[in-house]
């Protein structure tokens, strides 16, 4: 690495010569003071707070950078689309305390809001806090900001020590070693001697530098030239004083320059210091943001604090992931991010079509239609000449050749998930205008999606990958996941159709959709398993592996398939279902492998499909079940979050799963509000269905700030009698459901809804297991009621005992149990003790309730 010290240079600028008398030389720049303390503000009620565990990760995020690292303290950071530094460290020397302390050994606490980390080193001798966040408006190539807080009982010196990078994010190239020069700075226009300092990174390009700077803080390892090459790291060395210095926050900062102008060292100076003084402006906008998201937006209160706060911690998650385009028109949503280590490769922080296609669900269900448009915008502003959607676009797709690379179109299923999702939108929006302004791209969409069709009429896998990349023994021809996104697309395009006034494309997509559902029963149906294939080949055979890909025909409220029963039973049971998810891949399959990718891992995302699916097909405990295994994971690994993919052996993340991942955490809130509370959205009509399917241990709930057009509406659910009382207050709806008898109550648009519910329900209690556990949860396989008798088919380990609870939603029932104990009720609920057959494994017990 080539670093050099520029005060000699820096020293000649203010020599009296007549050479440079026709230019005068830029002043030198000043010392960086440090930044006085400020109290850290955050939205209230959203916090995890809890002891450190060194190996988990976290992630600051925001629109221009991130900080990616581990709970012990170390980080790279990055400012978009390049990694600047990585491996930062830091090291103690007390006075008059002779042992140099590791100060990352001595990570013990982290704290994580929506707008701020903060990570508490605690020693004997002092206390430091790591306060990051990523202001989501800033300026001068600035995208980060880490705070450092030190409190001692004597002076101190701390050395931050890190690797230099200056890599741009793959796939572009960037030089093997960044040039690294200290730019000393002074007290004083007559100073002879700097008094601190910063660092310029730059590369073989001269319109790319970055610039690091700590407050005050001297330069640690300076090689002369003269000696031999070696990796050493770069240092911020910084001499604390308690009595001067407790007070005062340390800021790194760091700013990116991009063009010739900005990379030179006055301009950057410039920038180091427009940052150093906008910290607290920017800190208070970035909790206030986050303050307003989180107020403006949905939420949800249940009588699970946990629910609650995982579901608002999912909108805050996805937010974070909105990235300045590398165009800058706008913000885009990104997949997830994880720290690169020695690569370029940060998780997947790129822009995804079908990933944010996905997400846009949850993201109409929260209401923050402004974020909906712009990625709308965005991927068809990269929509292909022919119609075809995008599915991966590079933060330095810009500055290569990306169009020879095989990604931006290598999948087939975002260009029907392109419709459904703009239909999605335009129902809860109701913003027509959107959808013609954006018609001519999406009959393009239509036109590409059925004219790339099989024999058989559905849209195929020729066309890129529909879901899997891989698979045993060969990649399909045509998966049931891409056949029943086509059946949906199809009666997406014809709501879109019939809203813009195309009715006679809208009766031929109509059709399209039907001629689809009875295809694929015809052909993916297998009656000899009671199941559906996973994919089917052109000479008519069919793979018959059991997956979880058939969940996907229940996702928008359109269409089902005829035959689920055993299907879904399997998928609850302990062949598919883990305690922390759903497997893609049942368990007994040949191929079956737990740390694969696409062959018998946990993916939260099939968790939300299938939970999503079985609140719809009537099966709510299983469904409740795999919504709670995805809310809990927000505690599990990068906090605040939900990961990509987890083994289906063990629960443990995988090592290179994506830890802040997007569509992962969309799938708290998608099966949340349409599978629990079972709302559907007709803004155009000015029409909210709602069909709850709510916890048999629950009274109340509420949903707050509901989106529904340009207006939003608060849902109060009440528990009364043999009914849920649903009423919506805040603005003028109708309400409707598909419960059976149910009834409207109260003004002409009739806003209270009466919902029966059955004269018995039962509660499951659900939680994760410690990790490393594998699965030993009771599974829900089935629940069939019916006017005197409710029975559930339950599996759990042989010879285990296991107890739930049972309400009674009407009076003098005289209940009865086969093969179940049940206690007097507490609280109105009654204990219920299921003892199972002695057996290896999993168990199969039916307990049939009676009256």
Not at 60 to 66: E, I
Not at 192 to 217: K, N, Q, V
Request: glycine residues 6%; negative net charge.
């Amino acid at each position: 690495m080539r670093m050099r010290a520029l005060l000699p240079a820096l020293l000649l600028l203010t020599l009296p010569c007549i050479l440079f008398a026709q230019v005068p030389p830029p002043p030198r720049p000043a010392v960086l003071p440090p930044v006085a303390a400020f109290p850290l503000t955050q939205p209230a009620g959203l916090q995890i707070a809890r002891e450190v565990d060194p190996s988990r990760p976290f992630s600051v995020v925001g629109p221009h950078g991130a900080i990616l690292g581990h709970q012990d303290g170390a980080f790279e950071a990055w400012l978009f689309p390049w990694k600047i530094l990585s491996h930062l460290r830091i090291t103690a020397e007390m006075q008059n305390y002779p042992v140099p302390i590791d100060v990352n050994d001595y990570a013990a606490w982290i704290e994580v809001h929506p707008n701020v980390t903060i990570l508490t080193y605690s020693h004997a001798n002092f206390t430091i806090r790591q306060i990051m966040f990523a202001p989501r408006d800033t300026h001068d190539g600035a995208g980060i900001v880490v705070l450092f807080q030190i409190e001692a009982i004597r002076p101190m010196t701390l050395t931050f020590s890190f690797t230099p990078d200056m890599y741009e994010m793959w796939p572009a190239a960037s030089d093997p070693q960044p040039d690294s020069d200290w730019v000393p700075t002074f007290s004083s226009p007559t100073a002879t001697h700097p008094t601190s300092g910063f660092y310029i990174l730059g590369e073989s390009f001269p319109d790319h530098a970055a610039a690091l700077a700590m407050p005050t803080a001297e330069p640690g390892i300076l090689p002369p030239y003269q000696e031999r090459p070696h990796e050493w790291p770069l240092q911020f060395v910084l001499h604390f004083d308690p009595h001067r210095d407790s007070s005062t926050f340390f800021p790194l900062l760091m700013t990116m320059a991009n063009t010739r102008a900005s990379a030179q060292w006055f301009n950057l100076a410039h920038s180091l210091a427009a940052l150093d003084a906008a910290i607290p402006s920017l800190y208070s906008a970035n909790a206030s943001r986050y303050h307003d998201l989180l107020a403006d937006h949905t939420s949800i209160d249940t009588p699970d604090p946990k629910l609650n706060a995982a579901f608002s911690w999912a909108i805050a998650a996805i937010d974070q992931l909105r990235v300045e385009t590398p165009t800058h028109d706008g913000e885009a949503f990104t997949a997830g991010f994880l720290s690169s280590g020695d690569s370029v490769r940060p998780g997947f922080g790129w822009f995804f079509g079908r990933d944010a296609l996905w997400t846009l669900y949850a993201v109409d269900s929260y209401g923050d239609f402004p974020a909906a448009r712009q990625e709308f915008d965005f991927l068809l502003s990269h929509q292909r000449a022919d119609g075809k959607i995008m599915h991966e676009y590079s933060q330095t797709a810009n500055v290569v050749d990306w169009q020879s690379l095989p990604y931006e179109y290598a999948a087939a299923d975002a260009t029907p998930l392109m419709l459904m999702a703009m239909n999605d939108y335009l129902n809860t929006s109701g913003d027509l205008d959107f959808v013609r302004s954006h018609w001519d791209a999406l009959a393009r969409a239509w036109n590409f999606e059925t004219t790339h069709v099989s024999p058989d009429g559905f849209y195929n896998n020729t066309q890129g990958t529909g879901w899997v990349e891989n698979w045993t023994p060969r990649l399909p021809a045509q998966e049931i996941y891409l056949a029943a996104l086509d059946e949906e697309a199809s009666l997406a395009l014809a709501d879109l159709a019939r809203a813009a006034g195309h009715p006679d494309l809208a009766d031929a997509a109509t059709q399209r959709g039907k001629h689809l559902a009875q295809t694929l029963e015809q052909e993916y149906y297998l009656p000899s398993q009671d199941f559906y294939a996973f994919s089917h080949n052109p000479t008519g055979t069919t793979d018959d592996t059991p997956t979880i890909y058939p969940a996907v025909a229940w996702w928008d409220g359109t269409f089902e398939l005829q035959h689920p029963s055993a299907m879904l039973a399997r998928w609850a049971s302990d062949e598919f279902s883990t305690d922390w998810g759903t497997r893609d891949v049942g368990g007994h399959v040949s191929f079956f492998d737990p740390i694969s990718y696409h062959e018998g891992s946990v993916w939260p995302l099939f968790t939300g499909w299938a939970s999503l699916a079985e609140y719809r097909a009537g099966h709510p405990i299983a469904g409740y079940a795999h919504l709670m295994q995805n809310a809990d994971l927000t505690w599990a690994q990068d906090l605040g979050d939900v990961t990509e993919l987890l083994s289906g052996q063990y629960f443990q993340d995988l090592g290179r799963s994506t830890a802040h991942q997007l569509w992962s955490s969309a799938m708290v809130i998608s099966p949340a509000l349409r599978g629990m509370f079972g709302l559907e959205w007709n803004a155009p009509a000015n029409t909210l269905t709602v069909t709850p399917r709510l916890p048999a241990d629950w009274t109340t709930a509420a949903i707050h700030h509901l989106p529904l057009g340009n207006s939003s509406l608060d849902l109060t659910f009440t528990r009364q009698g043999s009914e849920w009382l649903v009423t919506a207050t805040g603005t003028n709806v109708h309400l409707a459901s598909h419960a059976a008898r149910a009834r409207l109550t109260g003004n002409a648009t009739g806003n209270t809804l009466h919902i029966p519910t059955p004269a018995v329900e039962v509660a499951v209690p659900f939680t994760l297991p410690a990790p490393g556990s594998q699965t030993e949860e009771m599974k829900v396989l089935n629940e069939q009621i019916d006017p005197r008798s409710l029975a559930l088919t339950l599996s759990a380990p042989g010879s285990s005992t296991q107890t739930f609870s049972l309400r009674e939603n009407a009076p003098h029932l005289h209940l009865t149990a086969d093969h179940a104990t049940i206690a007097s009720a507490q609280n109105g609920l009654h204990p219920v003790t299921v003892q199972f057959p002695a057996g290896s494994g999993y168990v199969t017990q039916t307990v049939t309730f009676s009256w």
